[in-house]
C-alpha cells in the first residue's frame, strides 16, 4: 500500500499535480482517446467567462456541472468534447480601461483615439486571460484546450464578418430607425442583459391633459407626456368605449399636443385608470401600439443626454427636475388627480449605473420577421428554399423537439419571448470589438470586410453587440465558416446548460444564427440552471457583504468538496443556496473515501481479485450493480443532484457503515473462501464506487484509482462502471 495513506488526504497537495497529469495525458482532447474515430461524439461549448473577470459561484457552479457531464459521457464509450473559450465582454472591459485612463492620466478616450484606445484595452484584456482560465482549472474542468477560442480572435473575427455579411445580403441585418435601450451615462445602445432592474420608491401621478379632457391617465413618468400622441384603452373597457377614435387637442405644460383615443388589447384595464398615455419615442410599448394604430412616433422630447428637448418650461431640464415642473403644472391647472407612492423597478445599466432611457435611434438591427430563403435546413418543418422568418426557424428548432428543453417552464418561457420578439438591436457605441464591416460615401454603402478601393470611404464607427459573436459560439468554434472536421463531427452540439437569465439572449440567439447559417440546431439538449445564492436564499451582492470566492474554498476544502457542495441537494434548474459548512462536510467526505481506500488497500495487497464470490458477496455486488444501473438512468436524464447524492449515501453509509464493519467480522473468521472472496468484492465495490464519483469527485477518485490500479489507463477514461461488474 503505497505511504500516502498514511496520512489524511491533502487536496491542497494533490489537485494541481492531477490535473497537470491529464493536461499532459492529452486526453482531454478526444481525438487522443482510445479508439477515438470509432467513438460517438458528444460535444458541449463552455458558455464563455469575461476574458477580464475573475471565477465566481455562478461560474463554478455551472463549471462542475458541464464538468460532471462530460466526464460521465466520455466514462460511457464517447467521443467527448468540451471546447473552452472567453468573451471580451466588450461594454465593460473598454469601461473598465476607459476609468483607468480617467484616474491614471485624466484623459478621455477622445484625447487618446480609437486606434490607441483599442490597443490598450485587447492588451488588458489578454493580461487578464491568464486569471480566468488558471481558476477553471482549478475547478478541474477537462476542457479540450488546444481548441481554446476567443470572441475577437482571427477565426472568430472571420466568423463574425460572414455572417454578418450573409444576413446583410439576405435582407435580415438593416439600418434603421427603431426604439432601443439608450445608456445616458455609457453613450451607447445595451443590450436587455446589461439592463439592471433596481428597486425604488417612485410617485404614481394620476392626471388629466386639459379640464375637457374626459380620460385620466396614470404614470410615474411624466415628463414624457410632453410627447406623448395617445392614450390608449382596452377595447372592452365599458368606461372609455364612447372616446374610442376620437382626438383632443390640448395646451399641456406649454406645448401643443394632439391626443388620439385608441383601442389596444395591450393595455391592462387594471393598472392606474386602465389608460395608457401614448409616448412611442421614449417606451418600447407605446411604439408597438404606434406602429398597430398608425400613430407619429418622431415626437422624441429626451436626448441622449436624459435632458429635454420639448419647447416650454421643461427645456433643457434634466429628467428629474422635468417631472417635477410638469408636477408643479398638474398642480397649479388643478390638473393632478392624485399623487401615490409606489415602489417601480428602475432599469439601469449594469456597467455605469445610468438610468436607462429609451430612444429612437439610426442602428443596426437582425430584422427577426423579415422573410428569406432559407439556403439549407435540417430542421424539421422547415424544408431547404422555403421562405421562413428567423422567428419561425427559432420556434420550429424546440417544437419539433430537435432542440429538447426538458424543462416544460424555461420551454414556455422560449416561447413567449419567441413570440414577442422585437428586431435585434446589433450595434454599440463603443470602440473595442468587432466593427461593423459596413463602408460609407455619400450615398454610398458596401459591406465588406476591407474599404472598398478609392478615396473618400469612411467605416461605420459602431461595432458589434458582443451577444453577435457570441450567438455563433456552438460553430465558430468548431473553425466554420470554414467547412472543417470539427464542424462535420461534433456539430450539432450535444449539451447546453447555461443559467435561465440568458435563456432568451444567448441560447434563442444560438438557435437563430445556426438556423441561419448552418441550417441545424446550435444543440441538441438544453437544460437552463438556476443561480447560486447564500444559504439564505438571497443573491450575492457587495451590498450585502455575502459574497463568497470560489477559490477561497477551494484553497481551504479542496474543488472536489466545492463541486459537491455546488451539485447536491438542487435539481438542474433551481436555485442552488450555498453553505459553506456543506463543503466543509464534504471534504469530510473525501477523506472517508480515503480511508476507505486505505482499509480496502491494506486488506486487498497481494490477494486474488479473480477469487469466486460467495453467494452473500455476490448478492452485494449485485446491490450495487443495481444501484449504479438507477444512477446511470439518473444521468443520462440529467438528474445530476441524484446521482451524485446516491452515490455519497452508498459510499459512506452502506460500504463505509456496514459492508467495511462486517468485512473485519469476515476476516477475523478462520474461512479463508470467505477471506478470498469478500477481499475481491471490496476491491471491486471500491472500483465502481471512485468510477461513479469521478464526474463529481475527479481529483480524489483519480488519485486512489492509480494506487488501486496501477497497471490501469487514467480513471477518467476509463468505463463508466455497469451492470454485471461483479460476477
Known amino acids: 500500500m503505497d505511504e500516502k495513506f498514511l496520512k489524511p488526504y491533502d487536496a491542497s497537495a494533490t489537485e494541481a499535480r492531477i490535473y497537470t497529469e491529464w493536461e499532459e495525458s492529452g486526453y482531454f482532447n478526444p481525438d487522443n482517446l482510445p479508439d477515438a474515430d470509432s467513438k460517438e461524439p458528444f460535444t458541449i461549448v463552455l458558455p464563455p467567462p469575461n476574458v ?251 436626448n441622449e443626454y436624459a435632458k429635454m428637448t420639448a419647447e416650454g418650461r421643461v427645456s433643457g431640464l434634466k429628467v428629474n427636475d422635468a417631472r417635477e415642473a410638469v408636477a408643479a403644472w398638474l398642480r397649479e391647472e388643478g390638473l393632478m388627480v392624485s399623487e401615490e407612492s409606489i415602489s417601480q423597478n428602475v432599469s439601469t445599466a449594469e456597467r455605469t449605473g445610468g438610468i436607462i432611457e429609451p430612444l429612437p ?36 428548432a424546440v417544437e419539433s423537439g430537435q432542440v429538447s428543453m426538458p424543462q416544460e417552464n424555461f420551454k414556455k418561457i422560449y416561447q413567449h419571448w419567441i413570440t414577442n420578439l422585437h428586431d435585434w438591436c446589433i450595434s454599440r457605441q463603443i470602440w473595442f470589438g468587432h466593427r461593423i464591416p459596413v463602408w460609407y460615401r455619400g450615398d454610398e454603402i458596401v459591406c465588406q470586410e476591407t474599404a472598398p478601393e478609392g478615396d473618400g470611404w469612411t467605416q461605420d464607427p459602431d461595432v458589434l453587440d458582443t451577444w453577435f459573436s457570441s450567438a455563433l459560439w456552438t460553430f465558430s468554434t468548431l473553425g466554420w465558416p470554414e467547412d472543417t472536421r470539427d464542424l462535420r463531427t461534433f456539430h450539432p452540439t450535444s449539451f447546453m446548460s447555461p443559467a435561465y437569465e440568458i435563456l432568451p439572449l444567448w441560447v434563442s440567439r444560438m438557435i437563430l444564427m445556426s438556423g441561419f447559417h448552418l441550417g441545424q440546431v446550435p444543440f441538441k439538449t438544453v437544460l437552463i440552471h438556476g443561480l447560486v445564492r447564500d444559504s439564505k436564499g438571497q443573491k450575492f451582492s457587495k451590498s450585502l457583504g455575502n459574497g463568497i470566492d470560489p477559490i477561497d474554498m477551494i484553497d481551504r476544502f479542496g474543488a472536489d468538496a466545492l463541486r459537491m457542495g455546488l451539485l447536491v441537494g438542487a435539481a438542474v434548474g433551481s436555485d442552488v443556496r450555498f453553505d459553506e459548512n456543506k463543503v466543509k462536510g464534504y471534504k469530510n467526505f473525501a477523506n472517508k473515501l480515503w480511508n476507505i481506500a486505505r482499509y480496502i488497500l491494506s486488506e486487498t495487497e497481494g490477494a486474488d481479485l479473480t477469487a469466486e464470490l460467495t453467494v452473500a458477496d455476490r448478492a452485494l455486488g449485485v446491490e450495487l450493480d443495481e444501484i449504479l444501473k438507477d444512477v446511470t438512468n439518473d444521468f443520462e436524464n440529467y438528474r445530476i443532484h441524484l446521482v451524485a447524492e446516491k452515490l455519497y449515501h452508498y459510499a459512506w453509509h452502506r460500504l463505509a457503515d456496514e459492508l467495511i464493519e462486517d468485512s473485519k467480522q469476515v476476516f477475523a473468521s478462520d474461512d479463508a473462501k470467505a477471506h478470498a472472496s469478500r477481499k475481491a468484492l471490496l476491491h471491486s465495490l471500491l472500483s465502481d464506487v471512485l468510477a461513479g464519483l469521478h464526474p463529481f469527485m475527479p481529483f480524489v477518485t483519480e488519485e486512489i484509482w492509480k494506487s488501486l490500479k496501477p497497471e490501469a489507463p487514467f480513471l477518467m477514461i476509463s468505463p463508466w462502471p455497469g451492470t454485471g461488474s461483479v460476477e
Not at 483599442?118 to 474542468?141: C, D, N, P, Y
Not at 373597457?237 to 377614435?245: H, L, M, Q, S, T
Not at 389596444?264 to 421614449?282: I, M, N, S, Y
Open 52 to 302: 477580464t473577470g475573475v471565477l465566481h459561484l455562478g461560474h463554478a457552479y455551472e463549471d462542475s456541472l458541464q464538468d460532471s457531464v462530460i466526464r460521465f459521457n466520455r466514462m460511457r464509450g464517447k467521443k467527448a468534447l468540451w471546447i473552452p473559450g472567453t468573451d471580451s465582454a466588450a461594454i465593460a472591459t473598454q469601461a473598465r480601461v476607459e476609468k483607468n485612463i480617467q484616474k491614471e492620466e485624466g484623459k478621455s478616450r477622445h484625447d487618446i483615439g480609437r486606434e490607441e484606445l483599442v490597443r490598450r484595452v485587447g492588451e488588458f484584456a489578454k493580461a487578464s486571460e491568464a486569471t480566468i482560465l488558471s481558476q477553471v482549472r482549478r475547478m478541474g474542468a477537462s476542457l479540450d484546450w488546444s481548441r481554446y477560442a476567443y470572441t475577437l480572435d482571427d477565426t472568430r473575427n472571420k466568423a463574425v464578418f460572414t455572417a454578418f455579411k450573409r444576413m446583410y445580403d439576405a435582407g435580415l441585418i438593416y439600418r434603421g430607425n427603431r426604439i432601443v435601450n439608450w445608456d445616458p451615462k455609457g453613450q451607447t445602445t445595451i443590450s436587455d442583459d446589461e439592463i439592471v432592474h433596481e428597486e425604488r420608491t417612485a410617485t404614481l401621478y394620476t392626471f388629466k391633459y386639459s379640464k375637457d379632457f374626459p380620460i385620466p391617465v396614470a404614470t410615474t413618468r411624466l415628463e414624457t407626456k410632453v410627447g406623448d400622441v395617445a392614450v390608449a384603452v382596452h377595447p372592452d373597457d365599458p368606461r372609455y368605449k364612447e372616446f374610442v377614435g376620437k382626438t383632443y387637442e390640448v395646451m399641456f405644460c406649454d406645448i401643443p399636443l394632439s391626443i388620439r383615443i385608441v383601442a389596444d388589447t395591450e393595455v391592462d384595464p387594471e393598472f392606474g385608470t386602465g389608460a395608457l398615455g401614448v409616448t412611442p419615442a421614449h417606451s418600447q410599448i407605446d411604439w408597438d401600439i404606434a406602429e398597430r394604430h398608425n400613430l407619429p412616433k418622431d415626437r422624441i422630447v429626451i
Open 361 to 396: 435611434k439610426l442602428q443596426w438591427f437582425v430584422g427577426v420577421n423579415t422573410p428569406f430563403a432559407i439556403p439549407h435546413s435540417e430542421i424539421p418543418g422547415i424544408t431547404t428554399g422555403d421562405t421562413v422568418t428567423l422567428k419561425e426557424v427559432m420556434r420550429a
